[in-house]
Each structure stands twice: as structure tokens, then as C-alpha cells.
């Protein structure tokens, strides 16, 4: 095992991508890549590398065979010093006890659904915006004040608590994101305080429509803003050719998992967010 000093040439095989192609998308990502390699025969067999995410976790992704994982663990936690979080999916029983046996544990379980746009409309079709209160599209909004909403909103979802948003980061998220859309990215904002209170966000992705988030500052909670926001998002995302939109929850949220059953959500599989503490 040995942290990756540039080359490009020994492991770009693993990304299935060439040197070059490598080598550039590490450099979109600041150039300043964490990476540690596996080796048999002189020739690259697997991978891990880390990217610090803005809630402060250290999240890893490993390519390459799968026997080498633990080991690779092993180095970047030795060298990093921090716990250690990756994604997995809850079907592939071989990954799970590869990671588990590099002393990775399930964190988190979220669930993804696919979501008919019709049957979740009718259930909030009595949603409406309350008095004193507007809704306003992403791109014609303050980016920083909204900037700071997303950061107070993101503290408040289980998995990324801590979070601390990069700056440069989200302008290129509004910007230069193509899933990105105005009409399905909304804020709310208190009409007498110009407060901004609340967004919701949907993704316009090449797969289709993903839900990314809804959410409103914690003394707007007893209004019915978040369910407006919801309503008036979704209303513009069924307009892209899609019948349906993605979405993840937890088990572990019932009130939100409940409803899934109630709109007849098809489940798509679990996955499991891991930590090496």
C-alpha cells in the first residue's frame, strides 16, 4: 500500500479512463488528491480515495479488487487520522463484509423510493402559501443569505450535522450545475422581515427528477410553508417529462417513511452510509 504521488499512468486503468482524463478531473477537484494504491506485480489492483466533505467527515471510495480494501482502510486511516465514511449498497453482501471486516459499521440506513408525481400532488393538493409569506425561484434570490439557509437547513438532516458549506462550491452548484433548475428550486421568504425562511430543491438529472431536499428554519415549523414549497416545486418538476421522481428517507424518520406506503412509493433498495471510527 502506498499514497499516490501522480501516477496517472499506473492507476487511471482502475477509473477505466486514461491518464490524461484522470489527471483533469483531479484537478477540477483543487489537485490536491488524497489516494492511496494497491499493487501486484507492479501493476495497480485497487484503490481508495478521500474527499473531505463540508460537514467535516472524511468520506472514501475504493475501485479495484475488492480484497485489498481492508488493507487500503488501513493506510488512509493511519495516515489521515479521522474516522472514515463511505457509502455502500445494503444488496451486495460481499462489500459489506469486506468493509466490516476493515472495520467499517453501519452509521445510517436510508431507503430510495420512486415516487409517482401525480399521487403525491393529490395529497397536497390543499397546500397553499400562508398570508405574509412568498415564494421566490433560486435564481432570483440573494445567493448569499440563501447560502446561509442552506447551511442552518443542512445542520439539521441526521448524516450531515456540522455542516459548513463551501462558498465557491454552491455559487457553481446554482450556476454551472445542469441539474440545476429555478422552478423546482424554491425559497420562501417572510414578506414584513425579508427573512428567508424555507427552500426546497429538486434536481433536474439526466436519469430524472431526484428530490434533493425540503425544509424550513425551526420557529417556522408550525406553518404550513414546507408543504407549499413541496406542492409548488413538485407541480414544476412533473412538467419535465417524467411521471415520476426519485427520493431517499430513513426507517429511522416514521413520519416521513410512513407516508411512502401511503403514496404507493416503490422501493428501489437500501444503502448504508459506513463509518471506520
Not at 6 to 19: I, P
Not at 92 to 108: C, K, P, R, W
Not at 139 to 164: S, Y
Not at 204 to 227: C, D, K, M, Q, W
Amino acid at each position: 500500500m502506498a499514497r499516490f504521488g501522480g501516477e496517472y499512468e499506473l492507476v487511471a486503468g482502475l477509473y477505466g479512463v486514461s491518464s490524461g482524463k484522470l489527471r483533469e478531473r483531479d484537478e477540477r477537484r483543487g489537485g490536491s488528491t488524497l489516494r492511496w494504491v494497491a499493487t501486484r506485480g507492479g501493476e495497480a489492483s485497487a484503490a481508495v480515495e478521500g474527499w473531505l466533505r463540508p460537514d467535516d467527515r472524511m468520506f472514501v471510495s475504493f475501485v479495484g479488487d475488492r480484497r485489498s480494501y481492508a488493507e487500503l482502510a488501513d493506510a488512509a486511516a493511519v495516515e489521515l487520522e479521522r474516522p472514515l465514511y463511505t457509502f455502500v449498497d445494503a444488496a451486495d453482501d460481499e462489500l459489506m463484509a469486506v468493509l466490516q471486516s476493515g472495520g467499517f459499521e453501519v452509521e445510517i440506513t436510508e431507503e430510495r423510493f420512486s415516487l409517482r408525481f401525480d399521487q403525491v400532488l393529490a395529497g397536497l393538493r390543499r397546500a397553499w402559501v400562508p398570508s405574509g409569506f412568498s415564494i421566490r425561484s433560486a435564481d432570483t434570490v440573494d445567493e448569499d443569505r440563501l447560502f446561509a439557509l442552506d447551511n442552518v437547513l443542512r445542520n439539521d438532516v441526521p448524516g450531515i450535522d456540522g455542516w459548513k458549506g463551501d462558498r465557491a462550491w454552491f455559487r457553481d452548484e446554482l450556476a454551472e450545475s445542469p441539474p440545476f433548475d429555478p422552478s423546482a428550486y424554491l425559497v420562501a421568504v417572510d414578506d414584513d422581515s425579508g427573512a428567508y425562511v424555507g427552500l426546497v430543491r429538486i434536481w433536474r438529472n439526466p436519469s430524472g427528477p431526484r428530490f434533493g431536499l425540503v425544509g424550513v428554519r425551526r420557529e417556522y415549523r408550525h406553518t404550513p410553508i414546507a408543504a407549499a414549497l413541496l406542492r409548488e416545486a413538485l407541480a414544476a418538476a412533473s412538467q419535465w417529462g417524467y411521471g415520476s421522481f426519485t427520493a431517499e428517507t430513513s426507517p429511522a424518520n416514521p413520519a416521513i417513511y410512513r407516508r411512502m406506503a401511503r403514496v404507493d412509493a416503490e422501493s428501489l433498495g437500501r444503502f448504508y452510509q459506513m463509518v471506520r471510527r
